[in-house]
């Protein structure tokens, strides 16, 4: 199996979840917080997909799905058109509210799209080229793909744990 198959896999392992967690909520839940100052599934999902969205498109020298495909537009958040919500505020997170899962899910499934198109292209040498050099040392492409990768299983994962809290107290 050649590295980019193991890429092209663990992203298709975040969309699987992505599609589970968003299965069965209720727009209310979507954007529920389970506590003051935690984070929302609609935050959480928005967020891994921004993050996604941006860090696959600079490293491949694409245009983000968010700006090219009219989802900053369909969204309309009102925030800064390249925010990721990276460093949200308790009270930015709480802005962030997603009008539906399908909404949610078809900018996830475009990112996911965009980001395997890129993958598929990939050589092995391709993945030492240094896409970020404000690191000590410098972030190669395979860095940045795998870093992408756990940050959005953990976001996955966070939001899969805030939609049980979510759908116990409401059984």
Do not use: C
């Amino acid at each position: 199996m050649h590295a980019k198959d193991i890429l092209i896999d663990g992203h298709s392992r975040i969309r699987e979840e992505v599609h589970a967690v968003l299965d069965g909520l209720t727009e209310q839940q979507l954007n529920a917080q389970p506590a003051p100052g935690a984070n929302s599934v609609a935050w959480l999902l928005w967020h891994l997909t921004r993050v996604q969205d941006d860090h696959v498109a600079d490293a491949f020298g694409l245009e983000q799905v968010w700006l090219a495909q009219g989802w900053e537009r369909r969204f309309g958040l009102g925030l800064p058109r390249l925010d990721t919500g990276y460093g949200h505020s308790p009270e930015q997170v709480a802005e962030v509210e997603v009008a539906s899962p399908d909404l949610l899910a078809g900018y996830y499934d475009a990112v996911h799209e965009q980001s395997l198109g890129a993958l598929r292209g990939l050589a092995a040498k391709d993945l030492e080229r240094v896409v970020d050099e404000r690191w000590d040392p410098p972030v190669t492409l395979g860095v940045r793909l795998v870093s992408v990768l756990s940050d959005d299983l953990q976001h996955v994962g966070q939001a899969a744990y805030v939609k049980g809290l979510l759908q116990s107290a409401d059984a």
